[in-house]
């Protein structure tokens, strides 16, 4: 069996998303399934330094990764525009020529789907889509549709093709399958896999041992609150730069960013307009390095806009769960609350409540030992139900199944 996968993104590029697509296709490799990975050349986020080729071959033979040339994405709207319609010309062209025996094809970009009706008609092959995102809902939550407007028509367009031929589509919680379902998508489709952590990677790390504090001249007495992530619209930085300025003289409480995105440069000059001493920002880290970052946490932060969340559970939770931290959500309500509270490890507070969220960030500075009780039930719960091996082997088998 083979498996054609074009994405956007893989490395040596730092995006999110890519350990996804990684760690199943690497999981397709130990039970013999032949991967073909189809991409553009790197060009977002890319380390220093960092080499690739056009063609490699990885597991024992089984993984092959294949780069076409294409031009950065750039911050200009039409260029990228431009950029993924090329990209998806050299999908399309793969789709219809490459010897494969499923399709797994990705949310992102959202107009994949956009080519599966000739591909099905040409080809009959079976697909997979993998939604990690909802689209337009997502649009609409991040500000850029209004809902019945025309952009969010013709993404309900795009979206009804991509349900419709495919033959499984995974989805990331329970709330996203509800969601589909609601769009009109038969039940006995979609299949509820959440996205996972590699728990033997991303782990707590004491203080003691975490070279965070010494690399960014940190204080290991004080209460942290830690980011990391985007630094978008969609993620309300305002509601953690809001909860520390109404806590500025809260000498031993301190919060620390560490991101990159459209909103970067605004936060940093609010950050200096406003003198918070106690917030520290810095550069996004790399993957490999996730478990120093949240373990620098005595809290560490989910957040959204109100009305952005969805019914989005962000997979950021479980890198944090995984660093035994518990999480500070200031989110809206779903099923992200529900998680939570119903295991014990993590505070939920309501998106753009910063009321609430200084409340709880204050009460859990009084007792340190609950948050490192919160922390430790989040880690038992990763290695119950969220571990890498028994997630991807759920992908590997809704891949089978269609090829049977």
């Not at 399958?177 to 790390?205: D, F, R, S």
Request: hydrophobic fraction near 40%; charged fraction near 25%.
């Amino acid at each position: 069996m083979k498996v054609i996968v074009p994405f956007s993104y893989y490395y040596p590029e730092q995006c999110a998303g890519l350990n996804i697509i990684d760690d199943v296709l690497r999981a397709c490799a130990q039970e013999k399934i032949k991967s073909l990975l189809y991409v553009p050349t790197p060009t977002r986020n890319v380390p220093k330094g960092a080499k690739w080729e056009k063609d490699e071959v990885q597991e024992g033979g089984l993984m092959h990764i294949h780069r076409f040339w294409m031009y950065g994405e750039g911050k200009n709207p039409i260029l990228r525009a431009l950029r993924y319609m090329f990209t998806e010309v050299a999908y399309l062209h793969a789709l219809l020529w490459k010897d494969y025996d499923v399709i797994f094809l990705d949310s992102t970009p959202p107009i994949q789907g956009l080519k599966l009706p000739l591909v099905k008609l040409f080809r009959k092959k079976p697909v997979v889509h993998n939604a990690q995102d909802i689209f337009p809902d997502s649009l609409a939550g991040a500000g850029l549709a209004k809902k019945g407007g025309l952009l969010w028509k013709i993404g309900c367009w795009v979206s009804n093709i991509t349900y419709k031929y495919s033959d499984k589509i995974i989805v990331i919680s329970e709330d996203f399958k509800q969601t589909l379902m609601n769009k009109g998508v038969p039940e006995e489709k979609i299949v509820v896999v959440y996205n996972w952590v590699n728990e033997k990677l991303v782990v707590a790390v004491s203080k003691r041992e975490n070279p965070f504090y010494s690399e960014f001249n940190l204080d290991r007495k004080k209460f942290r609150v830690v980011y990391a992530g985007n630094l978008g619209n969609a993620q309300n930085i305002d509601v953690i730069i809001n909860s520390a300025a109404r806590l500025k003289d809260h000498e031993q409480i301190e919060f620390v960013l560490f991101g990159s995105g459209g909103l970067e440069s605004d936060i940093k000059k609010r950050i200096a307009d406003e003198g918070l001493a106690n917030m520290k920002m810095f550069p996004l880290q790399p993957v490999h390095k996730v478990s120093y970052v949240y373990s620098l946490g005595d809290l560490c932060i989910v957040s959204c806009k109100a009305g952005f969340g969805g019914s989005a559970m962000p997979s950021k939770t479980w890198s944090i769960l995984s660093s035994a931290r518990p999480v500070l959500a200031n989110f809206d309500d779903g099923e992200l609350k529900r998680t939570l509270e119903e295991n014990g490890f993590g505070i939920f507070t309501k998106a753009d409540d910063v009321d609430a969220m200084v409340a709880a960030i204050v009460e859990a500075s009084k007792h340190p030992e609950r948050c490192d009780e919160m922390g430790r039930k989040g880690r038992a719960y990763i290695e119950e139900y969220l571990t890498k091996d028994k997630n991807t082997k759920k992908y590997v088998d809704v891949i089978k199944s269609v090829c049977k």
